[in-house]
């Protein structure tokens, strides 16, 4: 049966109807599991290669995009795996420079004193397909934030293909409810599923999907090799949060944009930064590639001070880094010193309140900051 993406949330990596079996089963807590005679005998042998409720979180994650996902400890986890076992020395990738600061550091830190050439590039799509020429691997974040630009992933994916490259796409902030990347053209799409994939804010944990099952195998590999893997509890904590994407999803990307056209509004709102917004320089790509924009809006108030003074003044919503949660968050992103963003630029996740609360209380932490 074809069914639409909010069901498949709900039911996806659920074992079939069985007599008084649980409609959702518990997590499987196990260090060695029963493994009598050859070593493949079962499919659990030892916690660190598998776990019965990783296979269940996986399923649903890969049937969200009718691919196969590896579930890892955490977002930079996820990351590592997609890029280290992928380049080696006189390998060059291209990535992109205004997304989250954790590719960045992998590819100096990590790949460059491995002798990897790094190209970085701004997310536009011209920019990216000109770096093309010659890459081994390409890396992309769309919508990149904290400044929310955008690229063209079919397009992006072409040029990278004809390269001879591999595409990438760090999915994080639109979740596959938000944009499938793989059906674009994308080789891996990668996931903090820290924020919305969970959405609570309550756990660590990263994936990848790919339809390569070959590559999903040296993903596996290399999760056992170092040892980076999700505890059973938070794999069955995102399962159980799955079954809400939908419904968190449509409400966080609706009061995102609701926020982010009452912000343009406003005269001491210097700019606003939303994919939704016709004023965006991308918005017709991401209109054309994106179901849902997701939970984020950026915003600038003149000045590092009355930034803090709007987060301080606000009520509902908490001063806090990450995104995706139910609970609204916001932060002046520059505090960190890794992003190209204005002293007083807000980058702002819209949770699941109700609008007309949200809205109320934003205008009342500006105008009283
Ligand atoms: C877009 C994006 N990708 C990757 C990561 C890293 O994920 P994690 O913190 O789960 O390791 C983050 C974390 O903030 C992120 O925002």
Redesign the pocket.
Same mark, same amino acid.
Not at 190 to 195: E, L, P, V
């Given at each position: 049966m074809s069914v639409g993406p909010s069901t498949r949330a709900i039911h996806a990596g659920l074992p079939g109807a069985e007599q008084g079996a649980p409609l959702s089963p518990g997590p499987v807590f196990a260090a060695p599991y029963h493994l009598q005679g050859e070593k493949d005998a079962a499919p659990y042998g030892y916690g660190r290669d598998a776990n019965p409720t990783w296979t269940a979180v996986e399923a649903a994650l890969g049937a969200l995009e009718d691919a196969e996902s590896v579930l890892f400890s955490?977002?930079?986890?996820?990351?590592s795996a997609v890029l280290e076992p992928a380049l080696g020395a006189g390998d060059v990738l291209v990535a992109v420079r205004d997304? #989250?600061p954790?590719?960045r550091g992998i590819a100096n830190d990590r790949l460059a004193p491995r002798g990897v050439q790094v190209r970085f590039v701004p997310t536009e799509t011209e920019a990216i397909v000109a770096a093309c020429d010659g890459a081994t691997f390409v890396w992309v974040?769309t919508p990149a934030?904290p400044a929310l630009n955008v690229c063209d992933v079919a397009a992006v994916a072409d040029a990278a293909h004809a390269a001879g490259a591999r595409l990438a796409v760090?999915n994080? *902030?639109a979740t596959p409810l938000g944009q499938r990347p793989l059906d674009l053209g994308a080789d891996a799409v990668? #996931? !903090?599923?820290?924020?919305g994939l969970s959405g609570h804010s309550d756990l660590? *944990?990263?994936a990848v999907t790919v339809r390569d099952p070959e590559w999903a195998a040296v993903l596996r590999k290399h999760r056992s090799q170092g040892g980076a893997i999700a505890g059973p509890f938070e794999a069955w904590l995102l399962h159980r949060s799955l079954a809400t994407l939908g419904l968190r999803v449509e409400r966080q990307s609706a009061n995102a944009f609701a926020l982010a056209r009452f912000l343009r509004d406003r005269p001491d709102v210097l700019a606003v930064r939303h994919p939704g917004l016709e004023d965006h320089p991308q918005h017709a790509v991401a209109a054309r590639q994106m179901r849902q924009y997701g939970p984020l809006v950026g915003f600038t108030l003149d000045g590092a001070e009355r930034a803090q003074r709007f987060l301080a003044a606000c009520e509902l919503v908490a001063e806090a880094? !990450?995104?995706g949660g139910v609970h609204s968050t916001a932060e002046r992103r520059s505090r960190w010193g890794t992003d190209d963003v204005a002293e007083g630029f807000i980058r702002f996740s819209a949770g699941c309140e109700d609008a007309d609360d949200l809205l109320a209380d934003v205008e009342r932490a500006l105008q009283n900051c």
């Open positions: 955490a977002g930079m986890a996820a990351m997304g #989250y954790g590719v974040e934030n760090d994080t *902030l990668m #996931y !903090s599923a820290t924020k660590v *944990l990263g880094t !990450s995104f």
